[in-house]
């Protein structure tokens, strides 16, 4: 009976393939019909079922023009996941397919993919096959040119050893950007034949790669050699391999030139006078002995980015540029007389780079006729134009920093992502906080991302102000930080929204007596507003509870323990604040709490993240809400309740005709884009229905939430 099925299952197999047009691969567990007037399907070595029509294979697009009529299909990914050895069809219902979009094939377990090029405009968008990790083979068949291959396409394939490109590139490989970036096996790369200008970012962290050639009778103007590639005029060295080799003819080190990961203990880099520029990002992710930069005309950004050096000596132009050396490892940073300032650096984007002061330093050297820095107490010190001393830079990798009584003001990001510290101690005689130059923002990450990180003693003459004063993010994201002192002289302590936010672990703020603003009571730190005297919360500490007086609860109680967990708001308190929507920030985001009620008559709140991210919380009961709080800048993204697990119970004291009138006036002004009441809901799988009052006010009745609907209302 088993051999009586299989045959027959043979022989459809022998009838399809007769019928269909078909791309096969005599290795592959596909085969791809590229017709879909029929469902047809094969089986694999394992005898899996395998569906040969495309359209059961892949997600696909058909993009038509005007009038209607079919001008080609993009491939958006696969349909059938357990597809392992693919091959892209060059039509469906004899319309071309064109384009791989960004990220069709990301993170899948896809071994081989092949590409035909019937068409010569054939575009591979970013990130295709980003993440394919067991992806070893990319064949391009039925053709030799396409159109272009976007940005880190193939990054992360770590199984891949060997890529050729189609002959002909129609557009420039600088659209190539990291587009085998952490390729770690990658060991060989043959370009088109028509490549005349290089991309070396292509090969970020490509700590393999051997060979980089060219098509065999390639019209190219570059010269390649075994380890480097060289501008026809040779003054430009665009892309190197294998090891560091600068011939003497070269003037210009292209942007990643050497990005690929070269890694030698006994290599030494000098560039010296002979090399007018440096460019971005040339040497980084290298590991190497030692680094020496002298009287080079021009140094680009990031130029050591994520390198590791034992040895780096500078002394060139006038100017540190902090920038230069953004997530490096330096045992020893020596300092040369030539040196009389720093400047720094704000990055390019709102990633990390932004904040480009962000290195590892083991020791530091200032050679003694050096009028400009000095080291003192583990810090490298900048004697600014004799006019004040800045701590530039931390190192020494200690658990206990003291600045020295001589500085007056702390450099952009000094502590920035160091996990080592953990108590920090500044003199009086500290008044100001830099920010990053050319930043839009007052931003400084001084003391952010520190995990370890579990005190901090402030100057008590920190300057008042947003311009030298506390900065956005200074103190940020330190899930250990447990006590802090506000100074005497802070009148705010968070004029910027960003702040002391994020402190899961404070136990204890400190605030000297007298103090004009600030005060503790009931492990809050309060703040009166001295024009209006306002009362409000700027920060709790774990086991607070609300103090009198209190009228609004404001964004500051994030991440906090309340001394009771059923968190009961007083009848004073009429809004909880909205920060700025962010999934992070508002008041009672994280906080845990296993209950919430309020007892206002009337209450507004905000339109997104009211509560989120509480694994303890089972029931809600809210007054009427008499406004949502948002912004047009904000809409059309969060919910206002948010991964609430064991949720179970949601009551408000509002008849359905005031609950469709509110979301109505909230759709109206922009502040929500919600029609269906479900829809404030998200990853709370135990809350099904709302408890609400009838029309008469004197009863509770249950309502599913997909019933709360204003369509018809919009």
């Not at 045959?7 to 459809?12: G, K, N, R, T, V």
């Not at 920190?462 to 005497?488: E, H, M, R, W």
């Not at 949502?628 to 948010?642: N, P, T």
Request: charged share 20%.
């Amino acid at each position: 009976m088993k051999k009586n099925k299989l045959l027959s299952a043979a022989l459809l197999f022998v009838a399809i393939a007769g019928s269909c047009s078909k791309t096969t691969n005599s290795n592959s567990n596909t085969v791809i019909s590229t017709s879909s007037s029929s469902s047809s399907s094969s089986s694999s070595s394992s005898g899996e079922i395998i569906p040969t029509d495309a359209k059961e294979l892949f997600e696909l697009t058909l993009v038509t023009n005007g009038d209607g009529t079919p001008t080609r299909y993009e491939i958006n990914g696969l349909k059938y996941k357990n597809l392992k050895n693919v091959v892209i069809p060059s039509e469906i219902d004899k319309v071309p397919v064109k384009i791989i979009t960004s990220s069709a094939f990301e993170n899948t377990d896809i071994e081989s993919v092949a590409i035909p090029l019937v068409s010569s405009d054939f575009d591979i968008k970013s990130d295709a096959f980003k993440n394919c990790k067991k992806l070893t083979k990319v064949e391009f068949i039925s053709g030799d040119t396409i159109n272009i291959i976007r940005s880190n396409a193939f990054e992360g394939c770590t199984s891949l050893k060997e890529f050729v490109f189609p002959k002909t590139f129609s557009s420039s490989l600088a659209n190539c950007r990291f587009m085998f970036k952490d390729c770690t096996s990658l060991e060989k790369v043959v370009l088109p034949a028509n490549t005349n200008t290089t991309e070396g970012s292509m090969f970020y962290n490509c700590p393999n790669l051997k060979i980089v050639t060219i098509h065999k009778g390639g019209s190219s103007n570059l010269i390649f050699t075994d380890n480097y590639i060289l501008s026809s005029n040779k003054t430009t060295l665009e892309v190197g391999w294998n090891k560091v080799e600068i011939p003497s003819t070269v003037k210009y080190i292209d942007s990643y030139a050497f990005c690929c990961g070269i890694s030698d203990d006994t290599l030494d880099i000098n560039l010296t006078s002979s090399y007018y520029a440096v460019r971005d990002n040339a040497f980084a992710n290298i590991k190497c002995n030692s680094v020496n930069i002298s009287n080079v005309s021009t140094i680009g950004k990031y130029i050591f980015e994520n390198s590791n050096i034992k040895k780096l000596t500078l002394n060139y132009s006038n100017t540190i540029l902090t920038n230069l050396f953004y997530k490096a490892h330096i045992g020893e940073f020596n300092i040369g007389n030539l040196l009389t300032s720093i400047a720094f650096n704000k990055g390019e984007t709102s990633t990390d780079s932004e904040y480009s002061i962000y290195m590892n330093i083991d020791q530091i050297n200032v050679v003694s006729n050096n009028q400009y820095f000095y080291t003192s107490n583990n810090f490298l010190i900048w004697n600014e134009n004799n006019n004040r001393k800045i701590a530039a830079f931390e190192y020494g990798n200690k658990e206990e920093y003291y600045i020295p009584n001589e500085v007056q003001a702390i450099g952009p990001n000094l502590f920035y992502k160091n996990n080592t510290v953990k108590k920090v101690t500044m003199s009086n005689n500290v008044t100001t906080f830099i920010r990053l130059e050319n930043s839009s923002s007052y931003v400084s990450r001084t003391f952010s991302y520190c995990d370890n990180l579990e005190e901090i003693v402030f100057s008590n003459n920190i300057a008042d102000n947003t311009v030298s004063g506390f900065t956005q993010y200074g103190v940020c994201n330190l899930p250990k930080l447990k006590k802090f002192n506000v100074p005497l002289n802070v009148t705010n302590i968070r004029p910027l929204s960003s702040s002391f936010d994020v402190l899961p672990s404070l136990e204890e703020i400190v605030v000297p007596a007298g103090h004009k603003t600030y005060k503790i009571e009931n492990r809050c730190l309060t703040y009166t507003n001295p024009t209006t005297n306002e009362k409000t919360v700027h920060l709790v500490c774990n086991g607070w509870s609300l103090p009198a007086s209190i009228t609004k609860l404001s964004e500051r109680f994030n991440n906090s323990t309340p001394a009771d967990p059923d968190l009961v708001l007083p009848k004073e308190i009429t809004e909880i604040v909205a920060f700025n929507l962010s999934a992070t920030r508002n008041a009672l985001t994280n906080v845990k709490i296993r209950s919430l009620k309020t007892k206002a008559d009337e209450i507004t709140i905000p339109a997104t993240y009211l509560l989120a991210n509480n694994d303890i919380i089972t029931s809600i009961e809210l007054s009427k809400i008499n406004s949502l709080i948002g912004s047009a800048k904000y809409v059309y993204q969060y919910e206002l309740l948010y991964n609430l697990p064991l949720l179970e119970e949601f009551k408000l004291k509002m008849t359905l005709e005031e609950i469709k009138d509110l979301m109505k006036r909230s759709y109206d002004a922009k502040v929500s884009k919600f029609t269906n009441f479900s829809q404030f809901i998200a990853e709370c799988p135990k809350l099904k229905e709302l408890t609400i009052l009838d029309e008469t006010k004197n009863y509770w009745i249950k309502c599913a939430l997909s019933d709360i609907d204003i369509s018809d209302l919009i």
